[in-house]
Protein backbone atom coordinates (compact mmCIF):
# COMPACT_ATOMS: atom_id res chain seq x y z
CA UNK A 1 0.00 0.00 0.00
CA UNK A 2 1.45 3.38 -1.50
CA UNK A 3 1.06 5.99 1.50
CA UNK A 4 1.10 9.85 -0.16
CA UNK A 5 1.38 13.07 2.08
CA UNK A 6 1.54 16.39 1.33
CA UNK A 7 2.92 19.50 2.95
CA UNK A 8 3.82 22.82 2.30
CA UNK A 9 0.71 24.26 1.94
CA UNK A 10 -0.36 27.89 3.51
CA UNK A 11 -2.14 31.15 3.24
CA UNK A 12 -0.01 33.91 0.87
CA UNK A 13 -0.47 36.77 -0.80
CA UNK A 14 -1.59 37.56 -4.42
CA UNK A 15 1.75 37.19 -6.41
CA UNK A 16 3.54 34.77 -3.50
CA UNK A 17 5.57 31.31 -3.78
CA UNK A 18 4.35 28.17 -2.04
CA UNK A 19 6.07 24.95 -2.57
CA UNK A 20 4.16 21.78 -2.02
CA UNK A 21 5.87 18.72 -0.87
CA UNK A 22 4.74 15.09 -1.30
CA UNK A 23 6.41 12.30 0.66
CA UNK A 24 6.15 8.87 -0.68
CA UNK A 25 6.63 5.51 1.57
CA UNK A 26 7.46 3.91 -1.52
CA UNK A 27 9.91 3.79 -4.14
CA UNK A 28 8.68 7.00 -6.28
CA UNK A 29 10.93 5.81 -8.98
CA UNK A 30 8.41 2.46 -9.51
CA UNK A 31 5.99 5.06 -10.11
CA UNK A 32 5.08 5.41 -13.75
CA UNK A 33 3.16 8.92 -13.11
CA UNK A 34 3.08 11.65 -10.30
CA UNK A 35 1.02 14.61 -10.34
CA UNK A 36 -0.58 17.57 -8.68
CA UNK A 37 -3.98 17.92 -8.79
CA UNK A 38 -6.35 20.46 -7.12
CA UNK A 39 -9.82 21.22 -6.71
CA UNK A 40 -11.69 24.21 -5.12
CA UNK A 41 -15.18 24.55 -3.33
CA UNK A 42 -17.71 23.68 -5.89
CA UNK A 43 -15.74 22.88 -8.88
CA UNK A 44 -14.49 19.24 -9.53
CA UNK A 45 -11.06 18.14 -9.35
CA UNK A 46 -8.51 19.18 -11.98
CA UNK A 47 -4.66 18.37 -13.05
CA UNK A 48 -2.32 20.65 -12.11
CA UNK A 49 0.46 19.27 -13.28
CA UNK A 50 2.02 15.50 -13.74
CA UNK A 51 5.59 14.12 -14.53
CA UNK A 52 6.49 10.75 -15.45
CA UNK A 53 8.86 8.41 -14.44
CA UNK A 54 11.17 9.07 -17.72
CA UNK A 55 10.77 13.20 -16.68
CA UNK A 56 8.37 14.44 -19.17
CA UNK A 57 5.89 16.63 -17.49
CA UNK A 58 2.56 18.23 -18.63
CA UNK A 59 0.98 21.33 -17.22
CA UNK A 60 -2.87 22.76 -17.22
CA UNK A 61 -2.78 25.83 -19.09
CA UNK A 62 -3.75 28.29 -16.39
CA UNK A 63 -0.32 27.34 -14.57
CA UNK A 64 2.16 26.91 -17.23
CA UNK A 65 5.11 29.55 -16.79
CA UNK A 66 4.53 29.89 -13.03
CA UNK A 67 4.16 26.54 -11.77
CA UNK A 68 7.40 23.83 -11.71
CA UNK A 69 6.83 19.91 -10.93
CA UNK A 70 9.60 18.03 -10.03
CA UNK A 71 10.66 14.72 -7.97
CA UNK A 72 13.52 13.99 -6.46
CA UNK A 73 13.97 10.06 -6.50
CA UNK A 74 16.52 9.56 -3.78
CA UNK A 75 14.21 11.33 -1.33
CA UNK A 76 10.99 9.69 -2.56
CA UNK A 77 9.73 13.54 -2.68
CA UNK A 78 7.70 14.96 -5.52
CA UNK A 79 7.91 18.73 -5.54
CA UNK A 80 5.36 21.64 -6.35
CA UNK A 81 7.09 25.08 -7.04
CA UNK A 82 4.08 27.96 -7.20
CA UNK A 83 5.26 31.26 -8.24
CA UNK A 84 3.26 33.94 -8.96
CA UNK A 85 0.18 32.77 -7.24
CA UNK A 86 -3.29 34.29 -7.85
CA UNK A 87 -6.49 33.90 -5.75
CA UNK A 88 -8.18 31.96 -8.85
CA UNK A 89 -4.68 28.94 -7.35
CA UNK A 90 -7.27 28.88 -3.91
CA UNK A 91 -8.04 24.86 -3.81
CA UNK A 92 -6.84 21.89 -1.85
CA UNK A 93 -3.96 20.46 -3.80
CA UNK A 94 -3.85 16.61 -4.13
CA UNK A 95 -0.59 14.11 -4.92
CA UNK A 96 -1.46 11.26 -7.27
CA UNK A 97 0.55 8.63 -7.80
CA UNK A 98 0.57 5.71 -10.51
CA UNK A 99 1.76 2.17 -9.49
CA UNK A 100 1.06 -0.14 -12.17
CA UNK A 101 -2.69 0.11 -12.66
CA UNK A 102 -3.54 1.63 -9.28
CA UNK A 103 -4.52 5.21 -8.22
CA UNK A 104 -3.10 6.82 -4.81
CA UNK A 105 -3.74 10.00 -3.61
CA UNK A 106 -2.73 11.97 -0.75
CA UNK A 107 -4.87 13.88 2.13
CA UNK A 108 -4.69 17.40 0.58
CA UNK A 109 -2.92 20.14 2.02
CA UNK A 110 -5.05 23.56 1.33
CA UNK A 111 -3.74 26.95 -0.61
CA UNK A 112 -5.47 29.49 -0.13
CA UNK A 113 -4.23 33.36 -2.06
CA UNK A 114 -5.77 36.75 -0.97
CA UNK A 115 -5.80 39.62 -3.27
Known amino acids: QVQLVESGGGSVQSGGSLRLSCAAS????????MGWYRQAPGKQREMVAVITSGGSTNYADSVKGRFTISRDNAKDTMYLQMNSLKPEDTAVYYC?????????WGQGTQVTVSS
Open 96 to 104: NAVLFINDY
Open 26 to 33: GRISSFSA
